[in-house]
Structure formats: structure tokens, C-alpha cells
């Protein structure tokens, strides 16, 4: 799929930036994935910051550990997209 994206967008992708931004993608969701009950990443985060009764909601079609999860994605992808277009040169 990077292929097809970087050749669609007539970018050339430098494979060091690709692999290191698919280890960051990697770590960040093995990490924020493993939910066990009082130990996940991403529950102890909302605990530190406060937002223990967001986390837990799940009720008026609200689920705040999915929404934790999607913020904690888009942002960890975010970051990928950038480490992967470091060294990029235009095709």
C-alpha cells in the first residue's frame, strides 16, 4: 500500500524512513493495544492527566477509551507519515 500511495503522489520514499516509521507505527499500537483492565497504557494515561470519567464513558452513543484510542492513533500516525517523508524526493 506505501508503494501505491508514494507512486500515486509521485513521491519516492527513502527505505530507512519507511522502516523506521513503520517501527513507530508498530510500537504505538502494540503498545496502546494491549488493554488489560487497570494496566493499559492508555487507561493509566487518562488516570495521570485526569480524565479517568471520559475514559470509562460508554453510555449516549459515547465510548471515551475508543475515543482515546482514535486520538492516540491519528496522532502516533501523524508523526509515521512524517518520519516517512523525511528523506523523500519527488519521482
Same mark, same amino acid.
Given at each position: 500500500?506505501?508503494?501505491?500511495?508514494a507512486?500515486?503522489?509521485?513521491i519516492?520514499?527513502?527505505?530507512?524512513?519507511?522502516?523506521?516509521?513503520?517501527?513507530?507505527?508498530?510500537?504505538?499500537?502494540y503498545?496502546? %493495544?494491549?488493554?488489560?483492565?487497570?494496566?493499559?497504557?492508555?487507561e493509566?494515561?487518562?488516570?495521570?492527566?485526569?480524565?479517568?470519567?471520559?475514559?470509562?464513558l460508554a453510555?449516549?452513543?459515547?465510548?471515551?477509551?475508543?475515543?482515546? %484510542?482514535?486520538?492516540?492513533?491519528?496522532?502516533?500516525?501523524?508523526?509515521?507519515?512524517?518520519?516517512?517523508?523525511?528523506?523523500?524526493?519527488?519521482?
Open positions: 500500500m506505501v508503494g501505491a500511495g507512486h500515486a503522489l509521485g519516492r520514499v527513502h527505505p530507512a524512513a519507511a522502516a523506521a516509521a513503520l517501527a513507530v507505527s508498530f510500537g504505538t499500537h503498545a496502546a %493495544d494491549r488493554r488489560v483492565p487497570g494496566e493499559g497504557l492508555l493509566k494515561l487518562a488516570t495521570r492527566t485526569g480524565s479517568t470519567d471520559f475514559y470509562r453510555s449516549h452513543g459515547m465510548n471515551g477509551a475508543f475515543q482515546l %484510542d482514535s486520538a492516540w492513533h491519528h496522532g502516533w500516525e501523524t508523526v509515521a507519515a512524517l518520519i516517512a517523508t523525511t528523506r523523500a524526493s519527488a519521482r
